[in-house]
């Protein structure tokens, strides 16, 4: 795949951790499923539907790939049979391009 940005969805509590950190760990599904799921911008708002249905004060956070190229894999969802982004590893703050609040 290209250089363009992925996306992640974070809680503001997970964003606050992973800045007082340097880095962001992954959230409890995340760190069960062994990997960080990430998406690309066509994709965020179906995994924000499904995902975060209800929650409020979530932040996207904007992925440079360059950076962290060599922990991305692109792996099938079993359940869509897309490619979605997966980084194997901690994302280390200095990879995120930009940061927003959505609802």
């Known amino acids: ?8 969805i974070v809680t503001s509590q997970e964003w606050s951790i ?8 992954g959230s409890e599904l995340d760190i ?3 990997f960080i799921h990430c998406s690309t911008a066509e994709q965020v ?7 975060f249905s209800g929650e409020k004060n979530l932040i996207l956070l904007s ?3 360059t950076q962290i190229q060599e922990n991305i894999k692109w792996e099938e969802s079993p359940n869509s049979g ?5 980084i194997y590893g901690t ?9 927003e609040k959505i609802v």
């Open 82 to 86: 897309k490619l979605y982004p997966h």
């Open 91 to 99: 994302l280390p703050l200095s990879a995120i391009i930009k940061e």
């Open 18 to 25: 992973a800045k007082d950190t340097g880095y962001f760990k």
């Open 32 to 34: 069960t499923d062994g």
């Open 63 to 65: 992925i440079d790939t």
């Open 45 to 51: 708002p179906g995994t924000k539907d499904k995902f």
């Open 1 to 8: 795949m290209s250089n363009v940005p992925i996306f992640k």
